[in-house]
């Protein structure tokens, strides 16, 4: 089953612990990106890669690290988390046209709500 | 850059009813549009795309929208809804010819009662 899958779910934290969230996909996609959804704000990028070693910010970076060693997965790293980060992040991956494009087409993950204290 | 604005929050409305979800962008140059569907607990599903040609797409579940690029809008539509179109719904657009950026917008709630 093609799918993009995150972990943890859910997890509460303390301000200024190390975490890592993962994502990966099984559908050999280039394109994968992280968001996060906050009430009345939508969903914001905060990072999102075109291929393996390919990373570029997007709306929201501050306070997030991305690494893409690999095809299928695309972690996102809160270094000292902080309170303001209390989010539901969604990671979610595409495939590239043969021009290097994105249609937008994306699939995405069922959410990783994080609680920082 | 590229914009989105869905004008209403929530949108109340009971099974078998039509709805109208309203969605307007803002883009200097030509767009992709979407309608994502978010249920409650999951991550969000593509319900339609507007990529070219037709203005009036169809999508799963019954969902058509319409891009009207005078008006810069994408609105969706239903004839009859049903319960289980209860959730959130969110309007992105795309520049065409990009390989990065997808805005969405704020979402709208949308809530069928019997």
């Known amino acids: 089953e093609a799918q993009v899958t995150q972990n943890p779910r859910y997890l509460i934290t303390v301000t200024g612990k190390k975490l890592t969230v993962t994502c990966s996909q099984n559908?050999?996609?280039?394109?994968m990106s992280w968001y996060r959804q906050d009430p009345g704000l939508g969903l914001r990028q905060i990072y999102y890669?075109?291929?393996?070693?390919?990373?570029d910010k997007g709306d929201v970076p501050e306070g997030y690290k991305v690494s893409r060693k690999e095809k299928r997965n695309f972690p996102l790293i809160l270094e000292s988390p902080s309170p303001n980060q209390t989010s539901l992040y969604f990671c979610?991956?595409?495939?590239?046209?043969?021009?290097?494009?994105?249609?937008?087409?994306?699939?995405f993950g069922e959410g990783s709500r994080l609680t920082v204290l | 850059a590229q914009s989105v604005t869905q004008l209403d929050s929530q949108v109340p409305v009971f099974e078998e009813a039509p709805v109208e979800l309203r969605c307007n962008y803002s883009s200097s140059v030509s767009v992709y549009l979407f309608w994502y569907v978010q249920y409650p607990n999951q991550g969000l599903q593509l319900l339609l795309k507007?990529?070219?040609?037709?203005?009036l797409v169809k999508g799963i579940n019954g969902f058509e929208a319409e891009f009207n690029k005078s008006q810069t809008s994408f609105h969706l539509r239903k004839p009859s809804v049903h319960i289980s179109d209860t959730a959130e719904y969110f309007c992105a657009v795309s520049r065409t010819g990009t390989a990065s950026k997808l805005t969405f917008g704020t979402g709208t709630r949308l809530q069928v009662t019997l």
């Open positions: 559908m050999n996609h280039e394109y």
């Open positions: 507007y990529l070219s040609g037709s203005t």
């Open positions: 890669s075109m291929n393996v070693e390919v990373t």
């Open positions: 979610a991956s595409s495939l590239l046209t043969s021009g290097g494009t994105n249609t937008g087409e994306l699939f």
